[in-house]
């Protein structure tokens, strides 16, 4: 490991993620500004708030006060990097059934024994006592820095590959910094992964946080690039409203094939364009939106896909775009291409052991 990255093992302190709070919302929030061409969007109803409600039917009186901001101050940022799928409201219960039992914490759920809350030292620690219960439903928690980046990984797997981890770290430092200085250098230089059994899909970007499904990954250990893909989605940052999904997937998959580090060892590819792809034409996304970006690249004009990235980011995108940047409609784009779809393509990829 070089000398100038860190990394700290089973250390974590969840105050760290309120970072990552307001740089989800800053990069969700949708603006005002509506170009010609375009359909305003209707904004989106904020996110509920997280509550606590306290069910005590205990003798001991508990100081409501120190609990609700030991919440405040913990529960909102796990919630942030558990996942933005876990629990907003929580129930804290207080029994006294238990006497050697202390507290424990899971998403929507807090319970908390009265004997050992009403003791002062407890209840003026509570907020370090919940961080500690939290932090219990992940498997570990490292923390990698590399010269101004840094890297939270959250495993939820106990079964997860650990050569996986590595691998996926080391991506993560060998492109992002590239993708943050080429694209959009107001992109944070703070990410947090997790790693998550109960997650069906492949991998997902929200905020400053990628989901990687366990599942998926152990059963397919090289493909590494899923970091390219949505270390690109944080990157782009595009917001609420700026263009289509398929325009933005397109490109992410257009990066990944420029910007990945071993695209051959996961066996993924641009596939040749088949009079099928003709349906949904540049609609269909991903990989084979890729490769028609590709071939804007190489044979329409070069660069223009990124010009297209920054009117995405800036919220100046519409149809008129494709025209006045190619001189033709996206549709015309399209069938010139479907016309002569060959390319020359390169793979990257990595000498493995």
């Known amino acids: 490991m070089p000398n100038n990255q860190l990394m700290l093992k089973n250390t974590f302190t969840l105050a760290f993620f309120a ?7 800053a990069q969700t929030t949708p603006t005002n500004t509506t170009t010609a061409g375009q359909t305003p969007q209707r ?3 904020g996110p509920h708030p997280y509550t606590i409600t306290i069910l005590n039917k205990t003798k001991v009186k508990l100081d409501t006060v120190k609990v609700d901001a030991a919440f405040k101050a913990t529960y909102p940022a796990f919630a942030v990097a558990d996942g ?12 006294d059934t238990a006497k050697k039992f202390t507290i424990s914490a899971k998403p929507g759920e807090i319970v908390v024994n009265s004997r050992w809350i009403k003791k002062k030292d407890n ?10 219960a939290l932090h219990k439903n992940w498997t570990s928690v490292d923390t990698v820095k590399q010269g101004d980046y840094q890297l939270v990984f959250i495993n939820k797997n106990s079964n997860f590959n ?32 997790v790693t998550d059994t109960a997650y069906k899909g492949v991998a997902e970007a929200s905020g400053n946080r990628i989901l990687f499904s366990t599942t998926y990954m152990n059963a397919h250990p090289t493909d590494i690039d899923i970091v390219t893909h949505e270390g690109m989605h944080l990157v782009q940052g595009y917001g609420y409203g700026s263009g289509p999904v398929w325009l933005t997937e397109g490109i992410a998959d257009f990066i990944r094939y ?24 540049y609609e269909n996304s991903y990989r084979i939106t890729a490769r028609f970006f590709e071939w804007i690249d190489q044979k329409v004009k070069p660069g223009m896909i990124i010009q297209l990235d920054k009117e995405l980011r800036n919220h100046t995108y519409n149809q ?8 033709k409609t996206i549709d015309e784009l399209w069938d010139d ?3 002569n779809p060959e390319l020359t393509l390169k793979y990257s990829g990595k000498e493995r052991i």
Request: with cysteine.
């Open 43 to 45: 904004r989106r109803v």
């Open 320 to 327: 008129d775009t494709w025209v006045r940047l190619s001189g």
């Open 123 to 132: 209840i003026n620690r509570f907020q370090a006592h919940l961080q500690e």
């Open 258 to 281: 420029k910007y990945g580090v071993d695209n051959i060892g996961s066996k993924w590819s641009l596939p040749a364009f088949t009079a099928q792809h003709n349906e949904k034409k």
């Open 84 to 95: 933005y799928r876990t629990k907003r409201e929580v129930t804290m219960r207080v029994i």
């Open 162 to 193: 650990p050569v996986i981890q590595k691998e996926l770290i080391e991506t993560y430092f060998k492109v992002f910094p590239v993708l943050v200085s080429t694209f959009n250098d107001k992109t944070t230089h703070e990410v947090i992964f």
């Open 337 to 339: 291409y479907a016309k």
């Open 19 to 25: 970072l990552f709070c307001f740089a989800a919302t």
